[in-house]
């Protein structure tokens, strides 16, 4: 795993990466701040496992989830391939996004979802930081949208029909947030508050925030649970 390829920044010019591939569709959201290259190694880790790849990228702290819904569902529909079972694979805040473009279009999330570090019950780093105007400014109103209170009150939540798996880490690799973290956490987000449904299948790895989604064991058990009947 190259973690410094994993947190290269957005880019402008930056575009969706389609891999076509013989078998069904998986599309992949990364988290805040981040770029199509988080998501590199476990897009070609599935393209090798026989599906078909579409990394798309978001601009996460520049605008409104409502602007970045729309932007991912454009980027889904002109690419070929949408009439194939469309699976979703997400990082942190990409899970939020994943709801709201469900919630919205979904027509298009006809697949399983699998959640890597989601903050589904929101981020109390985010409550920490909401009166300080310089961490509103690179946070960006998406980024803002990930309070506790917010999560909960404006984020639509996930159909539980929905074929939904949640991964989450319990290596703390950035132990400035210990203190607003209760519980087993990856630096950022809690174990329990991956939790999306009571009866949410939740799986915790032994993986960090930063870096879950390039995690060998991590993407080996992303491939069996898109490739589970």
Known sequence: M????????????????????????????????????????????????????????YPSFRKSLSDIVEEVAR???????TEKTQHFVTHSMGGIVLRCL??????????????????????????????????RYSLGPAGMNLSTTRVKKEIPTLSSEKDLTVIMGKRQSIPIFNSFLQGPHDGIVTVEGGRLHPLTPLEVVDADHSFIMGDRAVIKRVIQRLKSK
Not at 2 to 17: D, E, F, M, Q, T
């Open 2 to 57: 190259n973690r410094l390829k994993l947190i290269i920044p957005p880019l402008p010019w930056h575009r969706a990466r389609h891999r076509e591939g013989a078998g069904e569709r998986v599309i992949l959201l990364h988290g805040l701040w981040r770029s199509i290259w988080a998501m590199e190694d476990l897009s070609q880790s599935l393209h090798d496992a026989g599906f078909d790849l579409l990394n798309v990228p």
């Open 102 to 135: 469900a919630d919205r279009y979904p027509e298009l999330v006809t697949g399983r979802v699998i959640m890597l570090a989601p903050p589904n019950q929101g981020s109390e780093i985010i409550d920490w930081l909401e009166d300080c105007p310089l961490a």
């Open 75 to 81: 980027a889904i529909r002109h690419t070929s391939g």
